[in-house]
């Protein structure tokens, strides 16, 4: 079935730093990545939607100076929170849409800031 | 905008015993898709059974079975025979369209299940 691999599965960065995050497609191309973010106890909120080869569609109120999303290939997508903060510690999650117009997710990144 | 609902934050259940997790949806399209995740404390997101909105049999898959009611705009996930390792957040979700060549999947609240031994 479709595989998508996400790294780094968890990671702690200081104050201030960028922090790169990567979700791969192992055995499809992936046209079409989301990320999404997930506070503790809460839902998976969708940040935003990268299409291969063209520029991310953030959802509102998402800042994408801050989260810097990349899809430069059919097979890796790449988000990059910038001069992170504690506010942005969270657990960060992937997910690829599949030729058959399903879902398949990262094993998502737990982002701890200090 | 479309719109996810799950109205119960949390559930009990004993172990052996069937359960119905609630979800109701908002959208205008006539074209849609609605999921069911599993989500354990490792925080994947596994995959339980889909409804597409032009099915007409309610899906199943093995104890899954999804209790699909258009008119309602509800789509309840049913868990037979509950299991312990069943204990985890549930997520309903719902794709629209395709709308503008989009496909996103939007999640509800969730619902935390506890399975009792």
């Known amino acids: 079935g479709a595989v998508v691999s996400q790294h780094p599965s968890r990671v702690i960065c200081k104050s201030g730093t960028s922090v790169k995050i990567e979700c791969r497609s192992l055995d499809f191309q992936a046209t079409t990545m989301f990320w999404y973010r997930q506070f503790p106890k809460q839902s998976l909120m969708l940040m935003a939607t990268?299409?291969?080869?063209?520029?991310?569609?953030?959802e509102q109120g998402v800042e994408k100076d801050k989260f810097l999303i990349n899809h430069a290939s059919l097979t890796l997508s790449t988000l990059t929170v910038t001069s992170a903060h504690p506010e942005d510690s969270s657990f960060y999650i992937c997910s690829a849409l599949t030729p058959d117009y399903g879902y398949t997710f990262g094993s998502g990144t737990r982002l701890t800031v200090v | 905008a479309q719109k996810i609902t799950q109205t119960q934050p949390g559930m009990f259940v004993q172990e052996k015993e069937a359960v119905t997790l609630d979800c109701t949806y908002d959208?205008?399209?006539?074209?849609?898709?609605l999921f069911w995740y599993k989500q354990p404390s490792s925080g994947e997101m596994i995959f339980l059974i889909y409804q597409g909105s032009y099915d007409e049999q309610n899906a199943t898959e093995g104890r899954y079975s999804l209790n699909f009611q258009k008119a309602r705009k509800s789509a309840n996930l049913v868990i037979s025979a509950s299991q312990l390792g069943d204990s985890a957040m549930y997520f309903c979700a719902m794709r629209e369209g395709p709308r503008d060549s989009s496909y996103k999947l939007i999640f509800g609240s969730g619902t935390r299940l506890l399975v009792r031994p």
């Open positions: 959208t205008s399209d006539q074209s849609y898709g």
């Open positions: 990268s299409n291969e080869g063209s520029k991310a569609t953030y």
